[in-house]
């Protein structure tokens, strides 16, 4: 399935594909790739490897994939943000995403989480949640910028969630 990019004011999700994933866990760009420093991050390579899991187990997941974020004007792959898959059996997804150190504290997560978070209610989805350590305080920020609530916290986790 043909997935178009996400644009916002100043990024671009563009959503994986099967061999860009499978270079991203290798870490591997080819020639072409511009990959800012420390891209991918540990968390990229989990979240395709996981997308690889489900496009190779239960085929293309259509808009329920990983995206690679880039800042719009150079085009340079700074982070990833994506789902963790399809909606559950209540229309539910859960989402994930970092960015490398160099561009935290401009909102970017923020831009590019509201912007997932519309692709999710744009394809039917009935809510979103998402999970951050208890002392990850900027990830419960850009939870809550983007506009998820925090719906929970056990002894390692506080949970967001945004019902459409």
Known sequence: MEVPPVATARLLLHPLTVREAERIVARAPRDGDLWGEGYPQD??????????REALGCGDPGVFRAYEVRLLESGVAVGGIGFHG??????????????????RGKGYASEALRALLETART?????????????NLASHRVMEAA????????????HFYLGF
Do not use: N, W
């Open 43 to 52: 968390g990229d390579v989990q979240g395709c490897g996981g997308f690889l």
């Open 86 to 103: 399809p909606p559950d059996d209540i229309g539910v997804v859960t989402v994930g995403y970092g960015l490398v150190p160099g561009v």
């Open 123 to 135: 394809a039917g989805v009935a809510g979103v949640k998402g999970d951050a350590d208890l002392d």
């Open 147 to 158: 506009g998820m609530r925090c719906v929970a916290e056990d002894g390692l986790l506080r």
